[in-house]
């Protein structure tokens, strides 16, 4: 079965510091996907990123940047520069191919102090 | 284009009341799913379902209900509401173009449900 392990469960920053949310998947699929999802204080689920399992390749996205590695099945989210409006809670999620619904982490919930 | 929309935002249930929670997309999604999220679990699917008159069962199915007579409508029944219902609860949907597992999840507001 599949599982997902955030162990940060609260990290606390000052703003501008650079801060890594950690993200440990198993699968015995070949096939699988991950995402990852912030929730603010507003409750709503927002989605970040989607990488599937033979592509990997980092990726950054203005502040935001995601690090896939298979070899230790990782797929962690790193925040440069980090702001207020960045805290929140963030899922790390797994999709298996052919899975009907996604396999959450318990979420890290990150704070930014001004 | 409301995307996922969810009813109510709040309620209070005493035990052994029923009541359903309304789910509804407007993206002609054939794919929609309940998640539930308790303090320090993350989100864990309730049932879920690939289109109109097929639905299954997820993580945590006991306790609701659910059926899906249209592509839109997705709600979730349950008949007799006990304490560890009390949640916030997640209606969620995805196209099923390219492989059903690829593609995002679209999330309603969620319902913030608590059973006394």
């Known amino acids: 079965a599949q599982k997902v392990t955030q162990a940060q469960t609260e990290i606390s920053v000052v703003e501008k510091e650079d801060v890594t949310l950690d993200c440990v998947y198993e699968?015995?699929?070949?096939?699988?996907?991950l995402f990852w999802y912030k929730q603010p204080p507003s409750g709503e689920l927002v989605f970040l990123i989607r990488?599937?399992?033979?592509?990997?390749q980092n990726e950054i996205s203005g502040r935001y940047s995601w690090n896939f590695q298979k070899s230790t099945s990782s797929f962690n989210f790193t925040i440069t520069a980090s702001q207020v409006v960045d805290s929140a809670v963030y899922f790390c999620?797994?999709?298996?191919?052919?899975?009907?619904?996604?396999?959450f982490g318990k979420g890290t919930h990150l704070i930014i102090q001004p | 284009n409301a995307g996922v929309t969810q009813t109510p935002k709040f309620q209070v249930l005493k035990t052994g009341q029923s009541m359903t929670l309304q789910c509804a997309q407007d993206?002609?999604?054939?794919?929609m799913s309940w998640y539930r999220q308790d303090p320090g679990m993350g989100l864990r699917l309730i049932h879920y379902?690939?289109?109109?008159?097929?639905?299954d069962q997820g993580e945590v199915p006991n306790g609701y209900n659910v059926s899906r007579s249209t592509t839109e409508d997705f709600p979730l029944r349950l008949l007799s509401a006990a304490p560890s219902q009390t949640s916030v609860y997640f209606c969620?949907?995805?196209?099923?173009?390219?492989?059903?597992?690829?593609?995002?999840?679209?999330f309603g507001p969620g319902t913030r449900l608590t059973v006394l």
């Open positions: 969620a949907s995805k196209g099923t173009s390219l492989s059903i597992s690829y593609n995002e999840q679209f």
């Open positions: 379902s690939v289109g109109a008159g097929i639905t």
């Open positions: 999620a797994l999709s298996e191919a052919g899975a009907d619904g996604l396999t």
């Open positions: 699968t015995r699929d070949t096939t699988y996907y």
């Open positions: 993206m002609n999604h054939e794919y």
């Open positions: 990488r599937n399992s033979f592509d990997e």
